[in-house]
């Protein structure tokens, strides 16, 4: 069982920069390929990113490419998202999530465990 707590959200203005934190409980983090997506009101939950178990891997959504990146300490625990030169289509509840030994899971269906999520909001 593992359980996610996401934290770091708010309230910034274009162009501006947020870093996103997912702590882990549970003693196995680093058996977890930990992902981070997206729901803007109104559309479905979308992929964002994915590390590996490893972290020898990541892959990122083409919206976000460049401009976010995801990182994790596996001593903490905890996964990253450092997000820059956001835009207002950035805005949006952001939700880590965690899948045991699949190396880069893309898709919602793909994992077990979600955190509560926290707001992002980006102001033109």
């Known amino acids: 069982q593992v359980q996610l707590v996401e934290s770091g959200g708010g309230l910034v203005q274009a162009g501006g920069s947020l870093r996103l934190s997912c702590a882990a409980s549970?003693?196995?983090?680093?058996?977890?390929?930990m992902g981070w997506f997206r729901q803007a009101p109104g559309k479905e939950r979308e992929f964002v990113a994915v590390?590996?178990?490893?972290?020898?891997?990541?892959i990122y959504a083409d919206s976000v490419k460049g401009r976010f990146t995801i990182s994790r300490d596996n001593a903490k625990s905890t996964v990253y998202l450092q997000m820059g030169s956001l835009q207002p289509e950035d805005t949006a509840v952001y939700y880590c999530?965690?899948?045991?030994?699949?190396?880069?899971?893309?898709?919602?269906?793909?994992?077990?465990?979600w955190g509560q999520g926290t707001h992002v909001t980006v102001s033109s």
């Open positions: 999530a965690a899948r045991y030994r699949v190396y880069t899971p893309t898709r919602t269906s793909e994992y077990n465990y």
């Open positions: 549970g003693r196995t983090f680093s058996s977890y390929s």
């Open positions: 590390i590996s178990f490893s972290g020898g891997r990541t």
